[in-house]
């Protein structure tokens, strides 16, 4: 027993230390550049997020440049205001809340890339593209849309989200990912940014009611194309490949990729942050600040009531399961044998996309409720096979002598079968269970904030790669451990005679 | 209490039982012996219908067990069974296999019920195992276990289905020793057993099976002792015989020897008599040529008055034991004859020594 925390205690210590550490050495005096023009890049040093899609950005535009790797932004920008590097380089949303929030630093124009952004709609609704585009040309026009990109991304304060009352007419879903700083991205633990306002208002034009849900990034597409929300915003990019599926509507931002340098660059490169330090900016920086560890808590909640309620329901399904498997009627033990076929041959984030996007795509069933019935169906098939094998371990002769005093059949399979096979197949069911929790995991696809997804929605906003990942794979860590610290607790008391042994 | 009529089972193409009928009243002990592969078993797990016949009519104090409306779970609460592989619940304890039966099918509250299970433990000397699991205790154990929470049903017959087949030999007294006291005690029991002794002294009738039927059945004495029909005959002689086949230089020593010395402890021989057969069987097996495939038997008459090993071997005409060799003189003190015959390329060594003879 011991020696799991002192493991647990150590993996945690060795991660810790893998993020805390990081950084580099270089320096040129890069401040008084003004403009971005790639020559006068050579030999130069650019922070580049480890992970990301910077470094062939750089490769490819700014060819004599040399990419340096750091975990998060804030990382970079510290060592350029220390002089290890000349320049960071990020989308150029993220670098006007940098700018905003670091006096000195200063992004170069033209941008290293130029992208259009736009709101995504489905390509049968061209009423309602219409609408939007006709909305975007109103707020560009009347000054509104100025007020916005100030509010959002050139202030250190992102100010909170003005009220603003939407329309009473039919509900329109809109459909985000909360994880694009500055356009939508939770602040305080609510849902703020440029495209939420600009839905609201939206809204408010269209005079319509408006219901929002929050996706994975990737999963938004697909729901606009399903049908499941009419539109969504989270900085798309506007690509030939994205057209093919959805409607862009004109771009409502235009940026790209683009190189900050600070002008006044300090001397004092020798003072780099000790260990704790960093450790103690991090922890700071991504639980402490704007609370953000309550999207922690918040997310281990959800993930364990799916897991939690999916096992339930996959337990009753299971025992329905390995009840049509063991029928006497082989069209019934078709059925089961189909069923488990299905369900665990399919991966469950396809399981889960297909019962969100086609099984109950034009229903208003949360995505809760989807992810408890995708698991708990994809569930019902392992326990069902749990429960058989573990029923088929236990000699008939028991059974038969039973039968033989008299009880009946379901008599004699609660009195003899049911409690050992409980016994024979609580590990691996067990197993199931820690199995189901980590694998929950992935409902962000459909818009449940879980523990991973709380981890990418801080990641968002800290710029910071590693630490929010490794603070959630502590907490599935440590919660997988004390669950099966319970379970084996329940094993141990449960079962007389291991109680009797001890004594 | 119970009456066949024309019981017939089949599985799949295989008549197992083709045709019996015969009663047994209450206070008989019924044992069904014969040779493997006969039905004995299958017909002893059609009379509570764990194997239901195929046709036939099966009925117990007057009720159609074959009849689909007769609830058969309360028929069974009256007819007990003591499997071959004990089938004791492994997950309750000693006390827990006794009571469960009473607790949840005859409604008795669970301190009666423990009451009763521990008087019946005392009856089968395992008070002490109370509160064991059934994985802590030795097969002889676990067979009076299931003998006891058999009986905490008070059945009004029990059905035994080779109780001491899946035992150690050393464990088989113990067991047999609970069915005789049961015996005496006047409960109704069909015994289905390869123990011939046993079967002899505690039965009151036995049924001989063979080619799918009750081939012979009357008292024990009769049985044994003087058969009518020809199969029965030849049965209880086999059962009376140790045979033992020679096919290399090679062949299994040890084998021989202990399935020999099995043979004499199945048979309650005298430590002497069991003593002097095994030395004549292992000089012979010694002495016999083994180029062609070579027999020894060894067997005794129902009296046990005179114990006999024949040697067949082949080769030309020769009396193995006629020299003055040291083994042929070991094998030849003490005997009461022995004879050479030689027929068609067969060797026929046949010695004869009387038990209760010192060697």
Same mark, same amino acid.
């Given at each position: +027993?011991k ?24 320096g040129?005096?890069?401040g ?6 790639a020559?006068?890049?050579?030999g ?17 535009n ?11 932004l804030?990382d ?17 949303a993220a670098?006007?809340? %940098?700018?905003?929030?670091?006096p ?7 941008f290293?890339t ?20 006709e ?27 003005p009220d ?24 305080d ?7 939420i306002?600009f ?17 994975? %990034? ?7 194309q ?8 989270t900085?798309f ?15 409502y931002?235009?940026?790209g ?9 300090t001397?004092n490169?020798?003072?780099?942050p000790g260990?704790?330090q ?7 920086r991504?639980?402490?600040q ?5 999207l ?27 009840g ?7 069209i ?10 299905i369900l ?21 069933i949360?995505?809760?409720t ?27 002769g028991q ?25 024979v ?5 067990m197993?199931?269970?820690i199995? +189901? ?5 992935v ?6 904030m ?11 906003r ?6 929010p ?6 907490v599935?860590?440590i919660?997988?451990?004390? +669950? ?11 079962d007389?005679?291991l ?5 | ?45 059609a ?17 159609n067990?074959?009849?689909k409306?007769?609830d058969?779970?309360e028929?069974r609460?009256?007819?007990g ?9 492994? %997950?309750?304890s ?5 009571c ?15 009451e009763t ?7 089968v000397?395992?008070?002490e195992?109370?509160d ?13 276990v299931a003998?006891?929470?058999?009986l ?22 113990e ?7 049961l ?10 057993? %390869?123990?011939?002794?046993?079967a ?14 009750i ?19 030849a049965?209880?002689?086999r059962i009376k ?8 230089e ?9 399935n ?21 069987v ?6 016999m ?5 070579a ?14 090993v024949t ?7 020769r009396d193995?034991?006629?020299?003055d ?9 003490g ?25």
């Amino acid at each position: +027993m011991k020696s799991r925390y002192i493991s647990i205690i150590f993996t945690a210590f060795i991660m810790l230390f893998v993020t805390a550490c990081g950084g580099n050495n270089g320096g040129a005096d890069s401040g008084r550049l003004t403009q971005f023009r790639a020559e006068d890049w050579d030999g130069m040093k650019i922070s580049a997020i480890t992970g990301g899609v910077y470094d062939k950005i750089i490769l490819d535009n700014i060819p004599g440049a040399e990419p340096v790797y750091f975990y998060s932004l804030s990382d970079g920008i510290e060592a350029l205001k220390n002089s290890r590097i000349d320049a960071v380089i990020e989308d150029d949303a993220a670098l006007r809340l %940098h700018v905003a929030n670091n006096p000195g630093l200063r992004m170069l124009e033209p941008f290293v890339t130029i992208d259009e952004y736009g709101v995504a709609v489905a390509k049968s609704n061209d009423e309602l593209l219409a609408e939007l585009n006709e909305f975007i040309a109103q707020i560009k026009s009347d000054g509104t849309y100025d007020d916005m990109l100030k509010r959002w991304l050139d202030t250190a304060e992102q100010t909170p989200m003005p009220d603003i009352p939407v329309g009473t007419g039919e509900t329109l879903r809109f459909g985000t990912s909360g994880i694009v700083d500055g356009f939508t991205f939770y602040k305080d633990g609510t849902l703020a940014g440029f495209d939420i306002e600009f839905a609201y208002r939206f809204a408010s034009f269209a005079d319509k009611r408006l219901d929002i849900s929050m996706m994975d %990034h990737g999963a938004l597409i697909i729901a606009v194309q399903s049908g499941k929300i009419d539109f969504a915003a989270t900085l798309f990019t506007i690509t030939e490949e994205r057209k093919q599926a959805i409607n862009f509507t004109d771009p409502y931002y235009i940026g790209g990729a683009a190189l900050a340098v600070f002008e006044e660059q300090t001397d004092n490169a020798s003072v780099a942050p000790g260990f704790l330090q960093n450790f103690k900016k991090s922890f700071e920086r991504n639980l402490i600040q704007e609370d953000r560890w309550k999207l922690i808590a918040d997310g281990l909640q959800a993930s364990l009531f799916i897991t939690i309620f999916a096992f339930v329901l996959a337990t009753l399904g299971g025992f329905g399961v390995c009840g049509l498997r063991m029928s006497k009627n082989p069209i019934l033990r078709a059925i089961g044998s189909f069923y488990i076929t299905i369900l665990r041959g399919t991966p469950i984030v396809v399981l889960l996309m297909i019962t969100f996007y086609i099984i109950f795509a034009k229903s208003s069933i949360s995505g809760t409720t989807v992810a408890v019935i995708a698991f708990g169906a994809s569930g019902a098939a392992f326990v069902g096979e749990i429960i058989r094998s573990a029923i088929l371990t236990i000699d008939k002769g028991q059974v038969e002598a039973a039968r033989s005093m008299g009880f009946s059949k379901i008599g004699a399979f609660f009195t003899v079968t049911f409690p050992q096979s409980v016994r024979v197949a609580f590990p691996t069911y067990m197993s199931e269970f820690i199995y +189901m929790f980590k694998m929950t995991s992935v409902v962000g696809y459909i818009s449940i904030m879980d523990l991973t997804k709380a981890g990418d929605i801080i990641r968002s906003r800290t710029y910071d790669a590693f630490f929010p990942l490794i603070t959630v794979a502590l907490v599935y860590l440590i919660t997988a451990s004390v +669950m099966i610290w319970l379970f084996n607790y329940i094993n141990r008391v449960t079962d007389k005679r291991l109680r009797r042994a001890k004594k | 209490m119970i009456t066949v009529k024309n019981m017939r089972k089949s599985f799949g193409e295989h008549d197992v039982i083709k045709g019996i009928t015969t009663t047994i009243e209450k206070g008989e002990i019924i044992t069904i012996i014969g040779p493997s592969g006969t039905g004995k078993s299958t017909f002893l797990r059609a009379l509570n219908m764990l194997d239901p016949p195929t046709d036939g009519v099966v009925e117990f104090e007057g009720k159609n067990l074959t009849d689909k409306k007769t609830d058969i779970n309360e028929i069974r609460k009256k007819m007990g069974m003591v499997f071959q592989s004990f089938n004791l619940f492994a %997950h309750m304890s000693v006390l827990d296999n006794l009571c469960v039966g009473q607790t949840k099918l005859l409604g008795i509250p669970r301190a009666e019920a423990e009451e009763t299970a521990r008087e019946l433990l005392a009856t089968v000397g395992l008070s002490e195992k109370a509160d064991a699991y059934p994985d802590q205790l030795s097969g002889g154990q676990k067979q009076r276990v299931a003998i006891a929470r058999c009986l905490s049903m008070k059945p009004d017959i029990m059905l035994f289905d080779e109780p001491t087949s899946a035992l150690d030999p050393t464990m088989v007294g113990e067991v047999t020793a609970v069915i005789k006291r049961l015996a005496q005690s006047g409960m109704t029991m069909a015994i289905v057993t %390869h123990e011939m002794e046993f079967a002899r002294n505690v039965s009151t009738r036995i049924l001989y099976m063979d080619e799918g039927g009750i081939y012979e059945e009357g008292p024990p004495d009769v049985i044994f002792v003087n058969p009518k029909r020809e199969k029965t005959r030849a049965f209880i002689h086999r059962i009376k015989s140790y045979r033992y086949t020679i096919t290399s230089e090679g062949f299994d020593f040890i084998e021989m020897m202990n399935n020999l010395i099995l043979f004499c402890e199945t048979n309650a021989l005298s430590k002497a008599g069991a003593y002097k057969a095994q030395l004549i069987v292992e000089e012979l097996a010694n002495l016999m040529p083994k180029s062609e495939p070579a027999d020894l038997t060894f067997s005794f008459p129902e009296n046990q008055s005179l114990f006999t090993v024949t040697a067949e071997y082949g080769g030309e005409a020769r009396d193995i034991l006629a020299n003055d060799e040291m083994e042929a003189i070991m094998v030849k003190s003490g005997t009461e004859s022995v004879t050479h015959e030689y027929e068609s390329g067969r060797n026929r060594l046949t010695v004869t020594w009387k038990p209760n003879q010192k060697i």
